[in-house]
């Protein structure tokens, strides 16, 4: 079992006390392709909506192993884990946003952006995982026109 296999290496030698933690780190590159619908709302404010598709490419993928032990010592071990699972190198993930956005002068304007993206691919090539990535975020913005 994988979980045995690191809290018996000789780093964490008294696992059974204390507490572990397991940090997963995935980095890709993404490159989107959204279609965007804007509202005029007034002659301040637009409304800007968007859905499309988002192409990632795995570049890294590793784990970090926290223990700390009663004392409060804590002992930290990076580890790949593209060495232990088959991880897709592509993923097809879909994506949703609204921005509201506030005309400050003819030039300038700043906006707010929710959005979302979800993973309809697993993240590992595997029958017996079945792991999404999915990701949420606030953006702010300044725009100035040319």
Known sequence: DWSSDVCSSDLFPSHDTGTMQFVYHHYYIDIPITAHYQ???NDKYNLQTG?????SFNT???Q??????????????????KDRYNY?????????????????????SAS??????????????S????????????GFGVWYKM
């Open 88 to 108: 897709q190198s592509y993923l097809l993930s879909g994506v949703i946003s609204a921005r509201v956005e506030r005309a400050i002068n003819e030039r300038l």
């Open 39 to 41: 509202f005029r709302l």
């Open 112 to 125: 707010v952006e929710v959005k979302g993206q979800y993973a309809s691919s697993t993240t590992i090539k």
């Open 60 to 62: 890294d993928v590793y």
């Open 51 to 55: 859905l499309g598709i988002c192409n």
């Open 64 to 81: 970090t192993s926290y223990f700390t032990n009663e004392a409060g010592v804590e002992t930290r071990q990076k580890s790949t884990d």
């Open 127 to 138: 029958n017996n995982i079945g792991e999404h990535l999915w990701t949420a975020g606030l």
